[in-house]
């Protein structure tokens, strides 16, 4: 199985400051159709996930601009440009080039 | 717009089958997509545990394809998972996804006697 790595465990942040969030995976996460499956997504409490990008950097819909993720092969990152207090909860990374799909571990963002 | 929404039974005994239906709206299971089972158990993380393609071919969690069975019905718009031999280790919030691009509210099942 591929193994996702996410860090910080925990992100203190102070609204309207930066945010990024690391992920890393055991292996390439580029498929042999030539897409790399990394999705992102945010979980708020008592709310089921939503997903914020998919294949590395796609926004999904009504996903606010200061959000923004970035990588390749195993190495990826999303960022918040400025924190506001909406943004609090756990954010996953997921894997999709290879089953069985695999989550990160969360990274809990809360606010200072 | 697309709507998902899981029910059955919130508490299971151990060792009996755990069944739940995802019912879809707003877009045919038939036409597209990957439909799949996620769980949370309480206070961690997120687990895939298997998915259904548009043409019904299944994929599943090596650590739980033993006892999982995913399946679509097609003419009721739905997708059902079954999970065998449940224990306290199968008590989570199970969500059913399209794509994990749409997500079900969830619905918590307790495993206990």
């Known amino acids: 199985d591929v193994v996702m790595t996410q860090s910080p465990l925990s992100l203190p942040v102070t609204l309207g400051q930066p945010a990024s969030i690391s992920c890393r995976s055991s292996?390439?996460?580029?498929?042999?159709?030539?897409?790399?499956?990394l999705n992102w997504f945010h979980q708020r409490p008592g709310q089921s996930p939503r997903r914020l990008f998919y294949k590395v950097s796609n926004r999904d819909s009504g996903v606010p601009d200061r959000f923004s993720a970035s990588g390749s092969g195993t190495d990826f990152t999303l960022k918040i440009s400025w924190v506001e207090a909406e943004d609090v909860g756990v954010y996953y990374c997921m894997q999709g080039a290879h089953w069985p799909l695999t989550f990160g571990g969360g990274t809990k963002v809360e606010i200072k | 717009q697309v709507q998902l929404q899981e029910s059955g039974p919130g508490l299971v005994k151990p060792s009996e089958t755990l069944s739940l239906t995802c019912t879809v709206s707003g877009y045919s299971i038939s036409s597209g997509y990957y439909w799949g089972w996620m769980r949370q158990p309480p206070g961690k993380g997120l687990e895939w545990i298997g998915s259904?393609?548009?043409?019904?071919?299944?994929y599943y969690n090596p650590s739980l394809k033993s006892r999982v069975t995913i399946s679509a019905d097609t003419s009721k718009n739905e997708f059902s998972l079954k999970l065998s031999s449940v224990t306290a280790a199968d008590t989570a919030v199970y969500y059913c996804?399209?794509?994990?691009?749409?997500w079900g509210q969830g619905t918590l099942v307790t495993v206990s006697s």
């Open positions: 259904i393609y548009h043409s019904g071919s299944t």
């Open positions: 292996q390439s996460l580029v498929h042999s159709d030539g897409h790399t499956y």
């Open positions: 996804t399209r794509d994990q691009g749409y």
